[in-house]
């Protein structure tokens, strides 16, 4: 059961009320905090519960929070089995550990010299343990598995091989690293999840129950429906705005998916290809600004560089990647001779019912790009979209609605907490052992000290990772294990951080494990494999991109400027372009297989890192374009 089916028909009724009684009291908990800063210490009552919260014990309640409310929304089994039983025990357990976790004493130093006591090593125990399986239950077992491997490293390493062995510790030594620091469960990436990723789930939430996303979505079909191959085009703008925020490609795909892929397949896209395209739209959304999922938030965290920065950073990439996807839907409109949609409500007309709804988008854009903490943008967004619902009649939310959506908000929150709380278990598992400068090390002599063949390992090791876990906690994990490597053959922090952020998407879209495109053939009615596939050519610029990042000016940077940034971007777009062609075997007529394997040579010349060879292959890809365009039946009438 996920949480979007939550509650079941055969849920008890006491259990439904629990459940929406704790995620509408932690979403309203995590609003408070970025508020309570504002208000002076000592003038609220009960100020050691309602103040503010440090980290050392904000983290610690979120995921007891969170879990708690994981063992009700995702049950061990069956609903009304005597299993739930041990649900209940299990959050009582969790309860206990986290207060053990709250009035532990860290500045005493006997924990350091003597070991954890032995209620405090079961406590911290619990917690683990209890993660785990919530990381089973509500993102996978792939998931429950990566963490519980790394854990056992850090135990039995000093029985590896010497090329993996680390010194082997206790299991004391374990849990107090992981549980009772900040560089394990309770570290970065669970306190970002906490925090600014929180703030944004909920902010999403609240686009839903007040039509926010309808709207968008509705903008989307009346901008780009009448045109050729229209509603694939509306597909990807719609995804384009929604994925960014939703969070979730997977989500993505079957909510957007729902609407568009029936109309891509009336109009006569082929059902895998209609999947695909979903897929592909879906998967970009996560690194579409302003938002960009929640990946960014800790990329933001990792490299010390500001939101706004980032954003700033991404914006022309994820256009790119964006405009390559839109040219391959077009190319297979027009090979197909697919018209637009007829009886299309006017864009004017959409625009101006649900014209106040653009205010939030505006407000978090610019308070981003102003450098706000992402946490209390968060939360103005969420502010202003329920105040902007309340403009107009028809989009107005009562009580019940604003109730779904503080509930929705923690109910999608759970699986992202508990895959970075696992993903803090991993990069504290790195920390102790020290097996990612092993690792760093490893892959700078695999690669022979060329950068492109460590990307091409940084590329697998992505597919790798994603087959079982979120994009998020892929890249948490690759960031930690190759970030240094790639640094170290020259490329700097953040564009290090970008091209692994960029292919931790990769696996939504790549067979054998697709998860965005599988999700999209089950709404198709598609071959998944064929439905992987298609998705693969349609986002091929997760790869190409992410290669021109290393190899150009793609980022803008103070260094090069619009200007180095515009330029390697119309390079970026004429390869994509190439690929593209040769791939559809299409642009404007059919292409034989000389011009093919031109335009394949074309494409090399274009990623070679070097002016000479970028000169003559942009010249070459003209070229083949402009025979093609000549071969199209209406030019050849006329001349």
């Given amino acids: 059961m996920s949480a979007q089916q939550f509650p079941s028909s055969s849920t008890p009724k ?12 932690l979403s309203v908990f995590q609003l408070w905090q970025p508020l309570v800063g504002f208000f002076p210490v000592g003038s609220l009552p009960l100020e050691s519960m309602l103040g503010q919260q440090p980290a050392t014990y904000f983290r610690p309640i979120h995921l007891a929070w969170v879990l708690a409310l994981g063992f ?38 006997g924990h350091l010299l003597n070991g954890l006591q032995a209620p405090d090593f079961l406590a911290g125990l619990v917690l683990i343990v209890a993660t785990l399986e919530m990381a089973r239950r509500a993102v996978g077992a792939v998931m429950m598995w990566v963490g519980l491997i790394f854990l056992l490293y ?46 944004f789930v909920l902010f999403g939430a609240f686009l839903q129950v007040t039509g926010a996303g309808k709207f968008l979505i509705d903008l989307s079909f009346a901008a780009a429906g009448r045109y050729r191959g229209g509603p694939a085009k509306a597909s990807v703008i719609a995804s384009a705005a929604m994925g960014s925020i939703s969070g979730s490609a997977i989500a993505n795909t079957v909510t957007t998916g729902s609407l568009t892929i029936p109309m ?37 965290e990792f490299t010390k560089t500001s939101y706004g920065e980032i954003v700033w950073m991404a914006l022309v990439p994820a256009l790119l990647y964006f405009l390559s996807v839109l040219l391959y839907v077009h190319v ?13 409500t006017g864009a004017w007309r959409v625009l101006v019912d649900g014209l106040h709804f653009l205010l939030p988008l505006a407000l978090i854009t610019a308070l981003l790009l102003w450098n706000y903490s992402p946490v209390l943008v968060g939360v103005a967004g969420s502010a202003a979209v329920l105040l902007a619902s309340l403009l107009r009649s028809h989009t107005r939310i009562n009580v019940s609605q604003l109730v779904l959506g503080l509930r929705q908000g923690a109910m999608l ?41 460590a990307l091409i390992l940084v590329a697998i090791a992505a597919l790798v990772l994603g087959m079982g876990l979120p994009a998020t906690a892929a890249y948490i994990v690759l960031a930690v294990m190759t970030g240094p490597a790639l640094q170290e053959l020259g490329l700097a922090l953040i564009t290090a951080h970008m091209i692994i952020f960029w292919l931790a998407q990769s696996s939504n879209v790549t067979p054998p494990i697709a998860l965005a495109a599988f999700a999209g053939a089950g709404v198709a009615g598609a071959s998944p494999m064929a439905s992987a596939v298609e998705a693969v050519k349609l986002a091929s610029g997760l790869f190409v991109i992410p290669l021109m990042m290393a190899f150009s ?29 040769t791939m559809q075997q299409y642009l404007f007529a059919p292409v034989t297989r000389v011009p093919r394997l031109l335009a394949l040579v074309a494409a090399g010349l274009l990623v070679y890192p070097s002016t000479e060879p970028r000169v003559v292959g942009a010249m070459l890809a003209v070229a083949v374009m402009a025979v093609n365009y000549r071969g199209q039946p209406e030019v050849a009438a006329r001349s």
Avoid: H
């Avoid at 357990?93 to 004493?105: G, T």
């Avoid at 090390?441 to 000290?449: D, K, N, P, R």
């Fill in 14 to 25: 006491a259990i439904v009320l629990l459940a929406t009684v704790l995620a509408v009291s």
């Fill in 72 to 109: 009700l929304v995702y049950p061990i089994a069956g609903e009304g089995t005597w299993l739930r039983y041990v649900d209940g025990l299990s959050i009582v357990a969790v309860l206990w550990a986290s207060q053990r976790i709250l009035v532990f004493d860290y500045q005493s130093i």
């Fill in 154 to 199: 850090a135990a039995f390493g000093n029985v590896l091989p010497d090329v993996l062995a680390t010194k082997g510790f206790s299991f004391e030594r374990i849990v107090r690293f992981q549980v009772f620091t900040g560089a394990g469960l309770f570290g970065a990436p669970l306190g970002i999840a906490a925090g600014a990723v929180f703030s």
């Fill in 264 to 300: 891509m397949k009336k109009l006569g896209y082929k059902p895998e290809e209609a999947a695909g395209i979903e897929a592909a739209a879906s998967t970009g959304g996560q690194i579409m600004p302003p938002i960009m999922g929640a990946g960014a938030f800790v990329m933001a």
């Fill in 332 to 344: 297979l409109a027009v090979k197909g001779g697919f018209k637009g949609m007829q009886g299309q």
């Fill in 413 to 453: 929150a759970i699986s992202i907490s508990v895959a970075c709380a696992v993903a803090g278990l991993v990069v504290g598992t790195i920390g102790q052992t020290g097996i990612g400068l092993q690792f760093t090390e490893s892959v700078v002599a695999l690669s022979g000290g060329q950068l492109w063949l």
């Fill in 553 to 581: 000016p793609l980022l803008l940077s103070a260094e090069y400027g619009w200007s180095g940034v515009l330029l390697s971007a119309g390079v970026t777009g004429l390869l994509m372009l190439m690929l593209i062609m």
